[in-house]
């Protein structure tokens, strides 16, 4: 499902202010993760720009979701 709903949303990849958006964090964040090797989504360089594979982030959020606990 979460698949699905990323590649509809976004394509095949995400640019950093799209992975921003989804993972609900400022991409100058990102950009300090990613430059300390601390950021859980795999990221490379595409031209001028960073990208995310779409599969990669859905992995991420559907590990968020199985590690997440009900209050």
Same mark, same amino acid.
């Given at each position: 499902?979460?698949?699905?709903?990323?590649?509809?949303? %976004?394509?095949?990849?995400?640019?950093?202010?799209?992975?921003?958006?989804?993972?609900?964090?400022?991409?100058?964040?990102?950009?300090? @993760?990613?430059?300390?090797?601390?950021?859980?989504?795999?990221?490379?360089?595409?031209? @001028?720009?960073r990208?995310? !594979?779409?599969?990669?982030?859905?992995? %991420?959020? !559907?590990?968020?979701?199985? @590690?997440?606990?009900?209050?």
């Amino acid at each position: 499902m979460t698949q699905a709903w990323l590649i509809e949303n %976004y394509g095949p990849r995400l640019n950093i202010d799209q992975l921003s958006e989804v993972l609900g964090m400022p991409a100058g964040t990102i950009y300090n @993760k990613v430059s300390a090797g601390d950021l859980e989504v795999p990221t490379y360089i595409d031209g @001028k720009r960073r990208w995310a !594979d779409y599969r990669d982030v859905a992995t %991420y959020l !559907d590990q968020c979701r199985s @590690k997440a606990t009900r209050a």
